[in-house]
């Protein structure tokens, strides 16, 4: 597409495929698998599959409405997986809280018997990480998620959930908090951290 920018050269794809559909693949073939590993992050498996296969099918039949004025393609794109995710909301929060609590009891087994210190500290972190996540509002948890798991800038972030920028400043801070909170007083292997 000569010299424009991958951000041109989706807006450019997408307008085109207004008049020609069969130029949407392109815009498949560049972002389903980024949008289907962040919404199956999000939603701890399977359902990634429908998010990402429903965010292309709404795209593309919404592609009309598309405003290169709000933001890139790739922000649209995330939005709308988003904007599925959330209406799945409940079954994540219950998926984060599920997970926390098998994480808790591992199963019996003599592997387990034998675990070094490293590997606990990783059960007990991740336990803590995924009962934080669960506790954050929808939206600093959209915020984060789109950040750390969608790779989304700031810019980016803000496009897709049509809130601004310096709103994702804020709900990502606030969500960092929080996670760090979740940490305090910890120690790494499971006990309390002795501060002094």
């Known amino acids: 597409m000569g010299g424009q920018t991958t951000t041109e050269a989706d807006v450019t794809v997408l307008l085109r495929s207004r008049a020609e559909p069969d130029c949407f693949a392109e815009l498949f073939e560049r972002y389903f698998a980024g949008l289907h590993g962040y919404a199956s992050r999000r939603l701890d498996g399977p359902g990634g599959d429908d998010v990402a296969a429903e965010t292309f099918l709404i795209a593309f039949r919404q592609r009309d409405r598309f405003d290169p004025e709000r933001g890139s393609v790739r922000a649209w794109l995330y939005g709308i997986a988003t904007n599925l995710i959330r209406a799945?909301?409940?079954?994540?929060?219950?998926?984060?809280?599920?997970?926390?609590?098998?994480a808790a009891h591992p199963p019996d087994d003599?592997?387990?018997?034998?675990?070094?210190?490293?590997?606990?500290?990783?059960?007990?972190?991740?336990?803590?990480?995924?009962?934080?996540?669960?506790?954050?509002?929808?939206?600093?948890?959209?915020?984060?998620?789109?950040?750390?798991?969608?790779?989304?800038s700031h810019e980016e972030t803000?496009?897709?959930?049509?809130i601004p920028v310096g709103t994702v400043g804020s709900r990502l801070h606030r969500a960092r908090r929080k996670i760090r909170a979740a940490f305090d007083d910890v120690n790494p292997t499971g006990g309390t951290a002795r501060h002094g």
Request: charged share 30%; net charge neutral.
């Open 88 to 102: 799945r909301r409940r079954e994540e929060a219950q998926g984060y809280l599920a997970y926390a609590r098998a």
């Open 158 to 162: 803000a496009a897709a959930l049509g």
């Open 110 to 152: 003599p592997v387990h018997e034998d675990r070094t210190t490293d590997r606990i500290a990783a059960e007990a972190a991740r336990k803590r990480i995924v009962a934080a996540l669960a506790d954050l509002s929808a939206g600093d948890r959209d915020a984060l998620l789109l950040v750390v798991w969608g790779e989304l």
